[in-house]
């Protein structure tokens, strides 16, 4: 069966440190995977995404993720938290004409 | 460049009342969405319409019918208002592609049912 586990429900950084947010899946097919982040009252907005090209992908905003088809993940990573980054992320795969969400991920910034 | 306007954003209604959330997308998808978001449990599909004139069921269709007006158009439904469909509810759109598309939100509509 084919499901995406965020492994975080909440995570806290303080400001002008490093972002992982995390995601696995599960899938017998050749996966696509998106990130989004979504701020409050507004709909989600795509930060990056994998289709099959390159492992490790650059979104915006300083956001990239790193397919690791051998671990199952795509984990999203950013250098250094900014304020501007408190927000929900939901990982997201496609894959055999499914689209599933994850649960979601809601990150807060510490000043 | 609107993207995707969902009207209205908030909606308060009574239970056993009918109301339709409405949907236009400016982008020339061929592809559009509707999603209920709960907390914690992520977006789930209600219908999607891969083309015009097509629709068909997602996670969670109980309560709730679509109709792929034209294009640009894509609206749902809720014939008798249950306190369970509380919800926000998103419309999207893509490109078609079997899935490897991003897909474009609107900003939601918020209801509540009493």
């Known amino acids: 069966a084919q499901s995406v586990t965020q492994l975080d429900s909440h995570v806290s950084v303080s400001e002008g440190t490093p972002v992982l947010l995390r995601c696995n899946y599960s899938s017998s097919y050749s996966p696509s995977l ?13 930060l990056l995404k994998y289709t099959s090209a390159a492992t490790l992908v650059k979104g915006i905003n300083g956001f990239e993720a790193e397919f690791k088809k051998s671990e199952t993940s795509f984990h999203l990573t950013k ?3 900014h304020m501007s980054d408190a927000a929900e992320y939901f990982c997201v795969y496609t894959g055999g004409f499914k689209t ?4 979601g991920t809601r990150l ?4 | 460049n609107a993207g995707v306007t969902q009207t209205p954003k908030f909606q308060v ?4 009342q009918s109301m339709t959330l409405q949907c236009a997308q400016d982008m020339n998808h061929n592809s ?5 978001q709960d907390p914690g449990m ?11 004139g097509t629709t068909d069921k997602g996670e969670v269709p109980n309560g709730y019918n679509v109709s792929r007006l034209n294009k640009r158009e894509f609206s749902l439904r809720l014939e008798s208002a249950a306190p369970s469909q509380t919800s926000v509810y998103f419309c999207a759109s893509s490109l078609p592609g079997q899935g490897n598309q ?6 939601g509509t918020r209801l509540s049912i009493l």
């Open chain 2, 102 to 107: 991003p897909q474009h939100f609107g900003d």
């Open chain 1, 34 to 46: 998106f990130w989004y982040v979504q701020h409050p009252n507004k709909g989600l907005q795509l």
């Open chain 2, 42 to 52: 992520g977006l789930r599909l209600i219908y999607y319409s891969a083309s015009e």
């Open chain 1, 100 to 103: 599933i969400f994850g649960a």
């Open chain 1, 79 to 81: 250098p250094s938290a």
């Open chain 2, 32 to 36: 559009m969405y509707w999603y209920r």
């Open chain 1, 108 to 111: 807060f910034v510490k000043a």
């Open chain 2, 13 to 16: 209604l009574k239970t056993g």
